[in-house]
């Protein structure tokens, strides 16, 4: 109890004297006012983009669904959209979200990307990142924990009373430990009113109504920045300790803060991406296009690959055209020409997402050398805001197009005569629109999001470890001049 007794009286005379200094509750202040801010603009976001999001995908179905009678090939290529609405924990980590779109149209025969992003429609300033709660709690928190921390112990070695606190039976374990609770106490002044307002919204958001799932994702969220919050605070008190004046102990944290979140970021995605070099847009669908050609034109009566079907369909029927087949051959047809388009646009997929996941291996490899790239990723992961969570819409997206051309193609089969009857078109009732359910966007579970995310999370617990054997190891070889 002793000992515990010492450490708080050292982090207690810490945070007294630390809003001594007028900057530095001016800083404070200033931090705490753009939390607010991130609050209400995430909350803001959130809002615009669901109700925006929810509008038109409630109108696009409502078009799909008062289309007249027509021809199902028809409705196919009429389309549909599919949108993909924000998670309540995106209202404190954007993510990549303002950079990839909400939005896919989805028509027969063609794979689209989404559209409508944030971004197309901004300046170039929003390549500079927006101001959520998570880029304050993970960017500047931790520089105002520098500008806490930077002369903890260097200051009282430089005026002398370092010595005379270790000679009154103060050791330096001590001393560690009480010094980073007095700059955590000066955090958690913003960090914890900050945590209060983001469970306040987030409860609201789910009308108070939360799934195990997400209260699982929620409480991650909020235990992984408190650990990452702690992490900076020992990192400042170590180097002040390390440090013969409190000038050089500020210059070598900021070196620190300025590669952990401005450098090695920037840097490990050139080089993941000059290393693993992706095709362009168009080089990407020219390929699709040329192997689609090779396997066969759809909508070429005298393509070979289609020829040959068509010879063997009259083969097993016995009969010596297709318009005497019992089904609608057209139909038949499309629904073939769709299943090998989509093979084909999936297989290059495939090695496409390949190439970026090798890119995305060598980002997250570096968190082991960068504690707020881990916990970046990690916050991405747990709001559905990553790269991960937009590659699920865009293969949710592309199953329910798939699944809207092969049911349009099935109408087609079952209802249309292969027959042209003069003065009758060849129609279906409107009735059958409704048969395609709506497209509803699934977002990924706790589950999977710890398995996309195990190296950021193993990279923190070792950043953890390696403080508390550096804490350990300084508390023994430390001096106080």
């Known amino acids: 109890m002793k000992l515990l007794h010492a450490e708080f009286l050292i982090a207690k005379q810490l945070r007294h004297s630390v809003f001594k200094n007028k900057a530095i509750f001016i800083i404070t202040l200033f931090i705490g006012i753009l939390l607010l801010y991130a609050a209400f603009s995430g909350w803001d976001n959130y809002k615009n983009q669901n109700e925006t999001s929810e509008k038109y995908q409630h109108e696009s179905r409502e078009d799909w669904l008062k289309n007249p009678d027509k021809n199902p090939h028809r409705m196919a290529h009429y389309g549909n959209f599919a949108f993909r609405k924000s998670t309540s924990l995106s209202v404190f980590e954007f993510g990549m979200e303002p950079f990839f779109g909400n939005a896919i149209f989805l028509e027969a025969h063609k794979q689209n990307t989404a559209n409508f992003s944030e971004a197309g429609f901004s300046s170039s300033m929003l390549r500079f990142g927006e101001i959520s709660i998570a880029m304050v709690l993970q960017v500047l928190l931790p520089l105002l924990i520098f500008f806490l921390g930077f002369n903890s112990i260097s200051y009282e070695r430089e005026n002398g009373t370092l010595k005379i606190l ?212 990690l916050s991405m992961g747990l709001s559905n805001t990553d790269y991960e969570s937009y590659i699920d819409f865009q293969k949710q997206a592309e199953d329910y197009r798939y699944k809207m051309a092969q049911k349009m193609n099935g109408l087609q089969i079952k209802y249309i005569s292969n027959k042209k009857m003069p003065g009758k078109p060849s129609i279906i009732g409107k009735e059958h629109w409704s048969d395609l359910e709506e497209f509803h966007y699934e977002t990924k579970g706790i589950g999977t999001v710890l398995k996309n995310e195990i190296v950021s999370v193993i990279s923190i617990i070792l950043w953890i470890m390696l403080l508390l054997i550096l804490i350990k190891i300084a508390a023994k070889k430390l001096k106080a001049i």
């Open 166 to 377: 270790l000679t009154q039976g103060i050791n330096w374990k001590q001393l560690l430990f009480g010094k980073i609770l007095g700059v955590a106490s000066v955090i958690m002044l913003l960090f914890v009113p900050t945590i209060l307002i983001l469970v306040t919204i987030w409860l609201f958001l789910q009308n108070f109504s939360v799934t195990a799932d997400d209260m699982i994702k929620m409480v991650l969220f909020i235990l992984f920045h408190f650990i990452y919050l702690i992490f900076f605070c020992a990192i400042a008190v170590l180097v002040s300790a390390v440090s013969k004046t409190s000038k050089n102990a500020l210059v070598l944290l900021i070196g620190i803060w300025l590669i952990f979140t401005i450098v090695l970021p920037r840097t490990t995605q050139a080089v993941g991406a000059y290393i693993y070099e992706s095709p362009s847009k168009i080089q990407f669908n020219s390929d699709i296009e040329k192997d689609i050609l090779k396997e066969g034109d759809s909508h070429n009566p005298n393509d070979p690959h289609y020829k040959a079907i068509k010879d063997s369909l009259l083969r097993t029927y016995k009969v010596d055209s297709v318009q005497k087949l019992p089904f609608n051959y057209s139909g038949y047809i499309m629904t073939e020409g769709e299943k090998i388009s989509s093979k084909i646009y999936n297989e290059h997929l495939k090695e496409l997402l390949k190439i970026y996941s090798k890119q995305n291996s060598f980002s997250k490899a570096v968190s082991f050398l960068n504690p707020y790239i881990a916990m970046k990723n």
